[in-house]
């Protein structure tokens, strides 16, 4: 099966006009490299996990790959379409195509709206419906198919009246509502209660299967990403480090920073013993990264060549690719971009 959705050279890089050093310094004009030249492929139906550690550059990829933001450079392509063009032609017909559920539900709807009117005005823009009986009759089976029964005691409350786990329902619900063929999850449980989070996770993945959608799962959660994603993308300072199958990368991780990673979340079985790799060094900070491998002042195997050069991604079997030099000899000289030209 060829790709569905094909992720090409992304950048986004920011000025940050002011910064003040650790030692009280005072600089201008830093380039903030918060998505620095990702590329992956998915195919449909396929769901990928974005994992990393807070400060990767995970949530503005999510951003990017439904156009709430316009990337520096790269670009994002469905079936070979541009989404650039995409949203050019037909904005509204985009948006259905193409969704995102955000991390805290209650930032996401009109505080004014009451439920009937979020759903309702949903159908209505999309053309759901043939008329307003018939599009409340959807929306009270949407809710109903996802426990939030009976639909009629919630459809006249306000976003305030619910709670978060009710909320994300709906809002994943909305979401869906559309068919989307592409959505993107960004930390659709980390706000939520623990004791309501495996409801909502296993709502969104049988939603996605039933409706064939690609999805990507931005996550800070290596477990919950196990269970959903059927491939794995590893983010560090705004760089892919390492994607694969799922079960590949979590049960054999290559890069170092991956096997760090891995090594410091909780396992579900609480008999495992793991080996805590701690990571030496400053925390990262994604301003005027380079020139070499971003993670090589944190690493363990850093020689002299990771801190002058990027190095390429190499192919180590089943379909894996890693960024390290401990796995090829090839080097990516490519820096990023020109901010300045929009370009490279």
């Known amino acids: 099966m060829s790709e569905f959705i094909r992720i090409d050279n992304l950048y986004k890089y920011y000025i940050q006009k002011t910064v003040v050093n650790k030692d009280g310094k005072t600089e201008h004009n830093k380039v903030v490299k918060a998505v620095d030249g990702v590329s992956f492929e998915l195919k449909k139906g396929e769901i990928i996990g974005v994992i990393g550690e807070s ?7 999510g951003r990017l790959l439904v156009r709430l933001e316009d990337p520096t450079s790269g670009d994002v392509f469905i079936e070979d379409e541009s989404t650039s063009e995409l949203l050019k032609r037909d904005p509204l017909a ?83 509502l559309l068919n989307p063929e592409f959505l993107v999850a960004d930390e659709p449980v980390s706000m939520l209660d623990v004791s309501v989070r495996a409801d909502i996770i296993n709502m969104l993945t049988d939603l996605v299967r039933k409706h064939g959608s690609s999805m990507v799962f931005i996550s800070h959660d290596i477990a919950t990403t196990r269970y959903i994603s059927d491939k794995v993308a590893v983010m560090y300072l705004g760089r892919v480090v390492e994607i694969g199958e799922t079960d590949d990368i979590l049960h054999d991780p290559k890069h170092p920073y991956t096997q760090a990673l891995i090594s410091n979340s909780p396992d ?77």
């Open 55 to 61: 400060g990767c550059g995970k949530s503005t990829l």
């Open 94 to 176: 985009f948006r259905k195509k193409c969704q995102i559920v955000f991390q805290n539900p209650f930032d996401t709807f009109d505080p004014r709206f009451t439920i009937r009117k979020i759903l309702m005005g949903a159908t209505k823009l999309h053309g759901i419906g043939n008329n307003d009986e018939e599009r409340l009759e959807i929306c009270k089976k949407l809710l109903e198919d996802a426990g939030i029964i009976p639909a009629e005691d919630y459809l006249d409350r306000y976003p305030f009246e619910l709670s978060g786990g009710q909320l994300q329902r709906i809002s994943i619900l909305r979401s869906m």
């Open 268 to 344: 579900v079985d609480p008999r495992v013993k793991k080996d805590v790799i701690i990571l030496e060094g400053e925390p990262p900070t994604p301003i005027d990264t380079g020139p070499g491998c971003y993670f090589a002042p944190r690493c363990r195997h850093a020689c002299e060549k990771c801190f002058k050069q990027y190095p390429a991604y190499t192919d180590v079997g089943g379909n894996r690719k890693v960024s390290c030099f401990l796995y090829g000899d090839d080097v990516n000289t490519d820096q990023g971009v020109d901010i300045k030209k929009g370009g490279k």
